[in-house]
């Protein structure tokens, strides 16, 4: 996998603190975009395994990634979920 951007799908809990996960996601240089139910992200492959202390090695989309506990009173879940195709 090349060190190009990466999507993933952050999916709020009830009564999150929005700010709280913005700015954990500012320092660890990721930029989002709000989504009805959480946010999508966007960031390099180093500033996601850097974040979430994983791997990306030989994975194969969708995974689910491991919440920070900074964040686990906010963040219901972290998907890096399989590339769509645009060709049929």
């Known amino acids: 996998m090349a060190d190009d951007y990466?999507?993933?799908?952050?999916?709020w809990t009830r009564g999150a603190n929005?700010?709280?996960?913005?700015r954990w996601l500012e320092q660890h240089?990721?930029?989002?975009?709000k989504m009805k139910?959480?946010?999508?992200?966007?960031?390099?492959?180093?500033a996601v395994e850097n974040a979430f202390s994983v791997s990306l090695d030989d994975v194969e989309p969708p995974v689910e990634l491991p919440v920070p506990t900074?964040?686990?009173?906010?963040v219901a879940s972290i998907t890096f979920?399989?590339?769509?195709?645009y060709h049929t």
């Open 6 to 11: 990466i999507e993933l799908y952050l999916e």
């Open 18 to 22: 929005q700010d709280v996960v913005r």
């Open 29 to 33: 240089n990721f930029s989002s975009t």
């Open 37 to 46: 139910s959480g946010l999508l992200l966007l960031g390099t492959r180093t």
């Open 70 to 74: 900074e964040l686990k009173g906010h």
């Open 81 to 85: 979920p399989k590339p769509r195709s």
